[in-house]
Nanobody, 124 residues
Framework: QVQLVESGGGLVQAGGSLRLSCVAS????????MGWFRQAPGKEREFVAAINWNGGSRYLADSVKGRFTISRDNAKNTVYLQMNSLKPEDTAVYYC?????????????????WGQGTQVTVSS
């Protein structure tokens, strides 16, 4: 089992920045690819970013390319999502996810472990 705890969400004005963190525990962190997903009210949970076990491969949704960055620190069992130039449409609950493969995936069904989520609200 892997336990995931997100932090770093909050209220920010459009154009601002936030950095989300997700700390994992329970298993060897470097054995897992990690992802970030988000869910806005009334919408399905959607892919945001993913990273493979050592950070060598990273994927971003088209809607966040050029603004968001995913990274990980295996020594700290932590994955990060740096969010810059935030827009009101980025408002959602952001979830950290882990999959028991070393390569990343964009499909949420490929992830077996999920955090509780952290709210990000961007005001206009």
């Amino acid at each position: 089992q892997v336990q995931l705890v997100e932090s770093g969400g909050g209220l920010v004005q459009a154009g601002g920045s936030l950095r989300l963190s997700c700390v994992a525990s329970g298993r060897t962190f470097s054995n897992y690819a990690m992802g970030w997903f988000r869910q806005a009210p009334g919408k399905e949970r959607e892919f945001v970013a993913a990273i493979n076990w050592n950070g060598g491969s990273r994927y971003l949704a088209d809607s966040v390319k050029g603004r968001f960055t995913i990274s990980r620190d295996n020594a700290k069992n932590t994955v990060y999502l740096q969010m810059n130039s935030l827009k009101p449409e980025d408002t959602a609950v952001y979830y950290c996810a882990a999959r028991d493969r070393t390569w990343a995936a964009k499909d949420r069904d490929q992830y077996g472990y999920w955090g509780q989520g952290t709210q990000v609200t961007v005001s206009s």
